[in-house]
């Protein structure tokens, strides 16, 4: 009985010398290669690590094996990041972010996570002190994954200089053309001198956003810009060419719909063209409004009885059956919906920054005047008593809808900036 006891202890020792030799050994090749090695890259140039904390599974949760430095007063240096606020990216195995951006005069100037950075707007120029420590945190997604924190401390200096810039510099007629102003420091707000109609202006987080509408009259050749903002005083160029059209056979009452010359018209419409919210609405392409293609395109000549007497504003959806659905082409709101003599059932949407759809020609009306619409809600249905005209506004100039709709306008230049 003692041999069979004294057997079992050794057999024990035994398993516990080697477990324990294999727990050493794995602990021993557990190195820092299981550590997240991707680091964030701070205008284009990777960040180093000053300071860490890991702790790394060995064998599950029972043997781990700590990795650690202390944080240090070393500050990496970019340098000079040029005119453009850089951009921070954070690598994917970040699950928690802790930032602290010190400005030139050596106050404070963001905290909170990385996600901060991106949105913040400089008011001056300098050099800019950055600590940032990213962590991931325990949890279901970590298992058998380190866990732990990395700091960073970086240095840039910026030099943003004021700029306008357009997002082409030829133009058809129809067109939608994006102003593009970056580089204010001082909080000025961006104004556009120009023949092609007023500008509104959105705040970006470089700048500034603006639009204008280049109409189908507009007339061909170079017209001359001029933006002021502050200290800049920028002049611009912008180039138009006429675009090709072609003759369109309508009924007379849709003349008199494009026009918009009666007072009623105009009392509920024109004023419309300056009033509206200064926020952008809208996100990516625009909708047609019915599912049925349009009998006449942007700017084609309208004739009536073989006589050519207009110009289309918009799109005509001439062939839609009576009572088919009319949708928002994009979110907004409604600034008006009513029914007015020459144009029938009317509801025009707002988009913001000047934007809006004016939706001519329907029936039964489904939104009333300040109803908040998404991009497909239905607005109206269309009626045999007129055809459907869409008609693209910024400000009191039209544009060509069916650019938006493509998502190839203007309106969609650098639109998430």
Same mark, same amino acid.
């Given at each position: ?80 990041? &040029? ?24 106050? #404070?100037?963001? #905290? ?29 997604? #970590? ?45 000025? #707000? ?69 026009? &918009? ?83 029938? &059932? ?72």
């Amino acid at each position: 009985m003692k041999k069979l006891l004294l057997w079992l202890v050794m057999v024990v020792l035994m398993v516990a010398l080697l477990l324990g030799g294999a727990a050493a050994a794995f602990y021993a090749m557990t190195g820092e290669n299981k550590l997240p090695q991707e680091h964030p890259t701070l205008a284009g140039t990777a960040l180093e690590p000053n300071g860490y904390q890991w702790t790394v599974p060995v064998l599950g949760e029972y043997v781990q094996r700590d990795f650690s430095a202390l944080s240090n007063l070393t500050v990496q240096k970019l340098g000079d990041v &040029g005119d453009q606020a850089p951009e921070l990216i954070i690598p994917d195995w970040v699950s928690r972010s802790e930032l602290t951006l010190t400005g030139p005069d050596g106050s #404070t100037v963001l #905290t909170g996570d990385a996600s901060a950075f991106s949105g913040y707007t400089y008011t001056s120029n300098g050099q800019y002190d950055l600590a940032l420590t990213l962590y991931r945190d325990a949890g279901q997604d #970590t298992v058998g994954l380190s866990t732990g924190w990395y700091a960073y401390r970086a240095s840039y200096t910026v030099n943003i200089q004021p700029k306008a810039t357009l997002s082409t510099d030829r133009a058809a007629q129809g067109t939608v053309v994006a102003v593009a102003v970056t580089g204010i420091l001082d909080g000025s #707000t961006p104004e556009l001198e120009c023949d092609l109609g007023t500008v509104w202006f959105r705040p970006t987080a470089n700048g500034f956003m603006g639009y204008i509408a280049v109409s189908y009259n507009t007339s061909g050749g170079a017209h001359d810009l001029v933006l002021t903002c502050g200290d800049l005083v920028q002049q611009l160029s912008l180039s138009v060419t006429e675009s090709k059209t072609a003759t369109v056979e309508v009924p007379a009452d849709t003349l008199s719909m494009v026009g &918009g010359s009666s007072q009623q018209y105009k009392n509920a419409i024109w004023p419309l063209y300056s009033q509206g919210d200064s926020q952008k609405q809208w996100q990516g392409a625009f909708a047609a409004p019915v599912s049925s293609a349009a009998t006449a395109e942007y700017g084609d000549r309208l004739s009536v009885e073989g006589s050519v007497s207009g110009r289309a504003t918009g799109l005509i959806y001439g062939a839609a059956e009576p009572g088919s659905r009319v949708s928002a082409p994009q979110s907004g709101t409604v600034v008006y919906a009513g029914t007015l003599d020459i144009t029938g &059932g009317t509801v025009v949407i707002d988009h913001g920054c000047g934007v809006k759809s004016y939706l001519f020609g329907m029936g039964e009306l489904r939104v009333e005047k300040g109803q908040t619409v998404e991009q497909g809600d239905e607005v109206g249905l269309t009626t045999d008593a007129h055809q459907l005209l869409y008609e693209l506004r910024i400000g009191n100039k039209s544009a060509d809808p069916a650019a938006a709709i493509k998502g190839s306008s203007g309106l969609q230049y650098k639109e998430n900036q």
